[in-house]
């Protein structure tokens, strides 16, 4: 019962300090922007940004779903095809040399090169955004899971070399559990930037679905409540995905988290 309590009061105060930052945010957004003297067609006040969310709640929440859907989506696909990858590198080194190099060149180029040529090629759905999530999510897996699997404990393989283990005992019992703090790593990085992706594709589809697309639509009209209206709920939707992963990865990757309990 008292560790309950413990846990219970452990975890509320672990959300005081980001409540506290928020709420200074918005209150030097609220009244600094009075008393500094910005115009409102520049800068609009926050309650004036919740507001239109809450009047038009129906309108964001559905094209706020598709934008979650094709990143989520995007997110699972590149981070699968990213670590299997990285064990078949692990297993065949000629696929690194081979692979490598095409990854880092889908890398160093600008997403705003090819998101327009995925949406000529695959249309205006759903496919092209989530190719551009997947392809941006993809290589910060891949090289933080092959590092993960390649840098394991000596003294733990020479023990799985002593009783005879097979590699793919190796894989399942030691690269694998090796990895996943590697690969939540990347995750922290990757997810967010999955969001972008895919608000990216659709704002170069000049769709109708989607936050990207309703950015598309208001900063050519010039709408500063609806820009920062899907910023701010790109920034939620973002911060909820990196929260439910934060618990995921304490429930799979508990031993790293010991020192800080």
Not at 172 to 177: A, E, F, G, N, T
């Given at each position: 019962?008292?560790?309950?309590?413990?846990?219970?009061?452990?975890?509320?105060?672990?959300?005081?300090?980001?409540?506290?930052?928020?709420?200074?945010?918005?209150?030097?957004?609220?009244?600094?922007?009075?008393?500094?003297?910005?115009?409102?067609?520049?800068?609009?006040?926050?309650?004036?940004?919740?507001?239109?969310?809450?009047?038009?709640?129906?309108?964001?929440?559905?094209?706020?779903?598709?934008?979650?859907?094709?990143?989520?989506?995007?997110?699972?696909?590149?981070?699968?095809?990213?670590m299997l990858l990285a064990i078949l590198i692990l297993f065949n080194r000629n696929l690194e040399r081979i692979l490598l190099p095409l990854a880092i060149l889908i890398k160093v180029t600008p997403i705003i090169a090819y998101a327009p040529l995925l949406v000529?090629?695959?249309?205006?759905?759903?496919?092209?955004?989530?190719?551009?999530?997947?392809?941006?999510?993809?290589?910060?897996?891949?090289?933080?899971?092959?590092?993960?699997?390649?840098?394991?404990?000596?003294?733990?393989?020479?023990?799985?070399?002593?009783?005879?283990?097979?590699?793919?005992?190796?894989?399942?019992?030691?690269?694998?559990?090796?990895?996943?703090?590697?690969?939540?790593?990347?995750?922290?990085?990757?997810?967010?930037?999955?969001?972008?992706?895919?608000?990216?594709?659709?704002?170069?589809?000049?769709?109708?679905?989607?936050?990207?697309?309703?950015?598309?639509?208001?900063?050519?009209?010039?709408?500063?409540?609806?820009?920062?209206?899907?910023?701010?709920?790109?920034?939620?939707?973002?911060?909820?995905?990196i929260l439910c992963l934060n618990y995921i990865e304490k429930k799979m990757v508990r031993w790293t988290f010991l020192d800080y309990s």
């Amino acid at each position: 019962m008292l560790k309950f309590k413990w846990s219970f009061f452990k975890d509320m105060n672990s959300l005081v300090y980001p409540f506290f930052s928020f709420l200074t945010i918005f209150l030097l957004w609220e009244f600094g922007i009075k008393y500094i003297g910005i115009p409102e067609y520049l800068i609009p006040k926050p309650t004036e940004v919740i507001s239109n969310i809450f009047l038009n709640f129906k309108h964001f929440s559905l094209n706020a779903f598709y934008t979650l859907f094709e990143s989520v989506v995007g997110f699972l696909l590149g981070s699968i095809l990213g670590m299997l990858l990285a064990i078949l590198i692990l297993f065949n080194r000629n696929l690194e040399r081979i692979l490598l190099p095409l990854a880092i060149l889908i890398k160093v180029t600008p997403i705003i090169a090819y998101a327009p040529l995925l949406v000529i090629w695959f249309g205006f759905g759903v496919l092209p955004k989530i190719i551009i999530s997947a392809l941006i999510v993809f290589f910060p897996v891949l090289i933080n899971a092959i590092n993960g699997l390649k840098l394991v404990d000596q003294d733990t393989k020479d023990f799985f070399d002593s009783i005879s283990a097979s590699n793919f005992e190796m894989l399942i019992k030691l690269r694998m559990p090796n990895s996943l703090p590697y690969v939540f790593a990347a995750f922290r990085v990757t997810l967010p930037m999955a969001i972008v992706g895919a608000t990216i594709g659709e704002y170069f589809s000049g769709g109708d679905k989607g936050l990207g697309s309703l950015i598309f639509v208001a900063n050519y009209g010039l709408d500063l409540d609806t820009l920062f209206s899907c910023a701010l709920i790109l920034a939620v939707i973002s911060l909820i995905l990196i929260l439910c992963l934060n618990y995921i990865e304490k429930k799979m990757v508990r031993w790293t988290f010991l020192d800080y309990s």
